[in-house]
């Protein structure tokens, strides 16, 4: 354990990494705290989870759509002149949203303003350790895996924090304090210059990001990945529901980011002699078979071992996705990249969780089971064929 952790140790004494990482932990706080926010919110002031769900819905999309063009911002101008306005546009979103209750119309605009102009900060972050690690390419394994890890952190004590809150304070303080951490971890990540990834001439002609082989691929095995987790969470539900113990779905939700923090711990300190198209396929293929064992549990605690073991694989087959992303692109393009990745899962998370919901009332919570299996092998599938055919300068422009 210990030689695991001495690679994070390294990671962090590269000069300015716990500054820029922890200000964007900070900024990042908010992707798990506004969505289950404003569900709370709407359904608390409405009585409608149907209304909530579907304003939950415009900013998850929106979210979704307005980080792709707005991480191609970012690219052009630099994270410091644009994450500082992001961060305003989407207060100012957030702030109409809650104070418009009586205006249906009008909450919808603020809560789309607030999605389209969230900015990707997980791609943001990896953006800035690819620049940092352009001397010790061999680290970027290490950044990645401990991102994830962040990624795993941040959805574990959101919900957690946005339930507690609502109840304790008020049903508008997730939202209130969300806007606090925006806009405080933006501007401290955009003071950061010394480790801000260099912009591209404005000059050079515009490149279309799909015309680098095999990067069409990428969004697809995000969002495979995201039909994993959607599908995987609402089965789960269902299914602590079903056998008498929805009271468990949180302790197994929990347990199955945990056991993903520890196999994203262990796989980022290797280093892998494989390539990383070669890993992707093996990780996607070990995610495949570890989601079977769910298919065949018949109760909470053979649910619980089977989630265990399927924690275990999501964090390396993450950590890989968007190693080989970075591998097919140029660095002056890398947040857009990393943002069509990410935008892919947030797409296939809704997906999953619609489709999974349907499967449910139809044929059960056993064989809804399967769908995770499904997003597996499809992404399994799209690795095959997903290989770099360059190594772009880190920090070319």
Known sequence: MIHVLSAYRDLFRIPGAWQFSGATFLARLPIAIVMLGVVLYVAGTTGS???????????????????????????????????????????????????SNENLAVQIFGIALAGISQPALGAVVRARWVYVLVDSPEMKRTAFAWESIIDELIFIV????????????????????????????????????????????????????FSHTGMWRMPIIGACF???????????????????HPEMTGFILGVWAGCSAIGGLWFGHRAWKSTLPRQLVVCTSIACLAFMPAVFARSIPTLFIATMVAGFAIAPGLITTYSVTEQLIPANMLTEALTWTNSGMIL?????????????????TSMSYILPVVGALAATVFALRATPRHRPALTSN
């Open 226 to 244: 995201g039909w994993l987790f959607g599908s995987y969470e609402v089965t789960t539900v269902a299914f602590a529901t079903e056998a008498g």
């Open 158 to 209: 959101g919900p957690i924090f946005t339930v507690v809150m609502s109840v304790q304070i008020g049903l508008e303080f997730p939202i209130v304090i969300s806007i606090v951490f925006m806009l405080t971890g933006s501007v401290l990540l955009s003071l950061q210059r010394k480790t801000e990834p260099r912009t591209h001439n404005s000059d050079l002609p515009k490149v279309n990001i």
């Open 49 to 99: 989870y149907a209304q909530a769900g579907a304003i939950a819905g415009v900013f998850q999309i929106c979210a979704a759509v307005g980080a792709i063009f707005t991480s191609r911002i970012i690219d052009k101008r630099g994270q410091r002149m644009t994450l500082p306005l992001l961060a305003c546009m989407n207060s100012v979103g957030l702030i109409i949203f809650l104070y």
């Open 348 to 364: 296939g998370y809704a997906a999953g969780t619609a489709i999974s919901g349907v499967l449910i009332d139809s044929v059960g």
